[in-house]
């Protein structure tokens, strides 16, 4: 009788632990909708520093995007950054530098189950600070996941954004040129590189 009750004692214990251990291996991979954030740098190339573009500008780039993540895979949010773009100057058009603030929309799609993970992010906007001009951002990127539901991300990706420049325009007169200037919106369609964190 006494063998009975230690043996059962034992079955019990031994129950418990692996009852316990698959909670616990469970709630590790299991996933809770809920917040998540993001913030990054990146950098914007449009052929700006090269006069033969008439109108393009380069631009450093922070952003950070908050919102829901709905399911592993499918993320809205809504975020803002700030791009400091660069000099511009052309033989047609020019550009000063300027720091510009953009507001957006965004939402990521997330496939993959490993330790690498593939994505696209979608960001569509406004420039505050340019006329209200569009912000549209469209890359594709990798998820390195780390630990409680943080992870470091890479992409690349297009983008386009709309910029305001002084147009030059020639004039001759008595053999010699000319330049007369007026605002002007353009464009810009170029490339992005951006490397981020998940909170």
């Given at each position: 009788?006494?063998?009975?009750?230690i043996?059962?004692?034992?079955?019990?214990?031994c129950?418990s632990?692996?009852?316990?251990?698959?909670?616990?291996?469970?709630?590790?991979?299991?996933?809770?909708p809920?917040?998540?954030g993001?913030?990054?740098?990146?950098?914007?190339?449009?052929?700006g520093?090269?006069?033969?573009?008439?109108?393009?500008?380069?631009?450093?780039?922070?952003e950070?995007s908050h919102?829901?993540?709905?399911?592993?895979?499918?993320?809205?949010?809504?975020?803002?950054?700030?791009?400091?773009?660069?000099?511009?100057?052309?033989?047609?058009?020019?550009?000063?530098?300027?720091?510009?603030?953009?507001?957006?929309?965004?939402?990521?799609?997330?496939?993959?189950?490993g330790?690498?993970?593939?994505?696209?992010?979608?960001?569509?906007?406004?420039?505050?600070?340019?006329?209200?001009?569009?912000?549209?951002?469209?890359t594709?990127?990798?998820?390195?996941?780390?630990d409680?539901?943080?992870?470091?991300?890479?992409?690349?990706?297009?983008?386009n954004?709309?910029?305001?420049?002084?147009?030059?325009?020639?004039?001759s007169?008595a053999?010699?040129?000319?330049?007369?200037?007026?605002n002007?919106?353009?464009?810009?369609?170029?490339?992005?590189?951006?490397?981020?964190?998940?909170?």
């Amino acid at each position: 009788m006494k063998t009975r009750i230690i043996n059962l004692k034992k079955l019990t214990v031994c129950a418990s632990v692996i009852v316990l251990g698959g909670l616990s291996v469970f709630a590790q991979v299991s996933f809770v909708p809920g917040y998540k954030g993001s913030a990054g740098l990146g950098y914007f190339w449009s052929g700006g520093g090269d006069d033969s573009y008439s109108y393009a500008a380069n631009a450093v780039q922070f952003e950070t995007s908050h919102g829901y993540e709905f399911t592993p895979h499918f993320y809205l949010g809504a975020g803002f950054g700030i791009h400091m773009f660069q000099e511009h100057e052309s033989r047609f058009a020019t550009r000063d530098a300027t720091t510009e603030i953009p507001f957006f929309a965004n939402t990521r799609l997330t496939v993959g189950n490993g330790n690498l993970k593939w994505y696209a992010d979608l960001r569509a906007g406004l420039y505050l600070t340019e006329e209200c001009s569009k912000y549209l951002s469209g890359t594709i990127g990798c998820r390195i996941p780390k630990d409680y539901g943080r992870a470091l991300t890479v992409s690349f990706g297009m983008e386009n954004a709309g910029m305001t420049f002084q147009e030059l325009k020639h004039t001759s007169i008595a053999g010699k040129i000319y330049a007369t200037g007026s605002n002007t919106l353009q464009d810009l369609l170029g490339f992005s590189f951006k490397i981020g964190y998940e909170f």
